[in-house]
């Protein structure tokens, strides 16, 4: 089955500064990574996804970039706020069916 | 947007006792929906894919006899936790998936269960 690692598993920035998260997973025909943002308590909230037939997508703040051949994508949140401390959750899934998680990253964004 | 809701949001209970948590879609037809469990701190582990109208599938390790699932319409499906024990204490989260935009999950707000 799919696996997938996510790194780093905590990660400090200053506010206005970049932040990057990097994930890999393991079967090839996985075709649909989305990216999910999930407060303390709360439900996880689709912030961005890619599918594999694009390499990037933006939105905002918040870009993602797939790498098909190496099997990586990353998230990008430029500009961070405060408000962008969570974790962040990457996951794989071939298009309809279930997803796999990472191990998820906490990011702070200091003031 | 699409709106998933899960109840009980918290429950409580002696050991031995069982828990029903329902997810429910709101505003949309869920042909399939995803049970997964949090414990603190960690990653959401799927544990079984319940589609309506037939029994659901389990990811290995996951006891079906003690998690009884059940996708009885487009719009419900329920988790039992039979014969709960302080182990099966935690964050059970729900998902369901547009019949007409089958990529996106939408989650439920959660359940958190402790067993006493």
């Known amino acids: 089955g799919e696996n997938v690692e996510q790194h780093p598993s905590t990660l400090s920035v200053q506010e206005g500064d970049s932040a990057v998260i990097k994930c890999t997973y393991s079967d090839s025909a996985s075709n649909y990574f989305p990216w999910y943002k999930q407060e303390l308590g709360k439900r996880p909230q689709l912030i961005i996804d890619?599918?594999?037939?694009?390499g990037e997508k933006k939105d905002q703040r918040i870009a993602v970039t797939l790498n098909k051949t190496a099997k990586h994508f990353s998230l990008h949140i430029t500009e961070t706020q405060p408000e962008d401390s969570a974790v962040y959750f990457c996951?794989?899934?071939?298009?309809?069916?279930?997803?796999?998680f990472g191990t998820g990253t906490s990011l702070t964004v200091i003031p | 947007g699409a709106v998933v809701s899960q109840h009980p949001s918290r429950v409580i209970c002696k050991s031995g006792t069982s828990v029903k948590i329902e997810c429910r879609s709101l505003d949309f037809q869920a042909t399939t929906m995803f049970w997964y469990r949090q414990f603190p701190k960690q990653s959401l582990m799927l544990m079984a894919t319940s589609n309506e109208g037939s029994k659901a599938t389990y990811e290995q390790g996951v006891e079906k006899d003690k998690f009884l699932i059940n996708h009885a319409s487009l719009t419900l499906s329920t988790l039992t936790v039979t014969s709960a024990h302080p182990e099966d204490s935690s964050f059970y989260i729900c998902s369901a998936r547009d019949a007409f935009s089958p990529d996106t999950q939408y989650f439920g707000p959660g359940t958190r269960l402790t067993v006493l």
């Open positions: 890619i599918r594999s037939n694009v």
């Open positions: 996951a794989a899934s071939l298009s309809g069916n279930q997803f796999y």
